[in-house]
């Protein structure tokens, strides 16, 4: 199975300052079409998980331009350049290119 | 809009079954697969398998192969997951959520959640 490491477990954050969190896979998620398949979700508090990004860096239809994603063949960061309150979840990545899929444990962002 | 709305709390003994159901809206429902994703308490996100509505074809996680069976009902657009032989352990959120499958998979939108709890 492909293994998904994320880093920090926790992300304290000041309102209007950056955040990054990364995401690793134990093997590249390059798909033959040439895009990485993976995606990042977000928990926010007693909610379901939403869609965030796709495609390792395609956004989401909704999602606020302050959130951006790269990728590379097994690392991969989400970044929100400007924390907002209601950006508070916990975030989560996800490989779906080998079955199992897997997800990465999560990243909770907290405010300050 | 698109919404996948999932049936209510269930409350088990171990060994017994659960089935779960997922009824889906606003988009056609043959066009998209469903995926379900467990949640434990205070604990990640863990897949456990998805059904292609259109062609019926399933795929599960090898670590609920065998005790898991997802389907689907095109006539009234409502997926299903009965999952058997339950255990504590399966006390959980499960989650459903609509597979786009185009050149990737990513799920959009997800179900409120069906929490289980096992327990005797």
């Known amino acids: 199975d492909i293994v998904m490491t994320q880093s920090p477990l926790a992300l304290p954050v000041t309102p209007g300052e950056p955040a990054s969190i990364s995401c690793r896979s134990s093997?590249?998620?390059?798909?033959?079409?040439?895009?990485?398949?993976l995606d990042w979700y977000v928990q926010k508090p007693g909610q379901s998980p939403q869609l965030l990004f796709y495609?390792?860096?395609t956004r989401a239809s909704g999602v606020p331009d302050r959130f951006s994603a790269s990728d590379s063949a097994t690392d991969f960061t989400l970044t929100i350049s400007r924390v907002e309150a209601e950006d508070v979840g916990v975030y989560y990545c996800?490989?779906?290119?080998?079955?199992?899929?897997?997800f990465g444990g999560g990243t909770r962002v907290e405010i300050k | 809009q698109v919404q996948l709305v999932q049936s209510g709390t269930e409350v088990k003994k171990p060994g017994a079954s659960v089935m779960l159901s997922c009824k889906a809206s606003?988009?056609?429902?043959?066009?998209?697969?469903i995926t379900w994703v467990r949640q434990a308490p205070g604990q990640g996100l863990e897949w456990m398998g998805w059904?292609?509505?259109?062609?019926?074809?399933?795929k599960y996680s090898k670590k609920f192969q065998g005790r898991v069976t997802m389907t689907a009902d095109t006539s009234t657009g409502t997926a299903y997951m009965d999952m058997r032989s339950l255990r504590s352990d399966d006390t959980a959120t499960y989650f459903c959520?609509?597979?786009?499958?185009?050149?990737?998979?990513?799920?959009?939108?997800w179900g409120q959640g069906t929490l289980v709890i096992v327990s005797s």
């Open positions: 059904i292609s509505i259109y062609k019926g074809d399933t």
């Open positions: 093997q590249s998620l390059l798909h033959s079409s040439g895009f990485h398949y």
């Open positions: 996800m490989q779906a290119l080998q079955s199992p899929l897997t």
């Open positions: 606003g988009y056609p429902f043959s066009h998209y697969g």
């Open positions: 495609l390792g860096s």
């Open positions: 959520a609509r597979v786009v499958a185009t050149g990737g998979y990513w799920f959009d939108p």
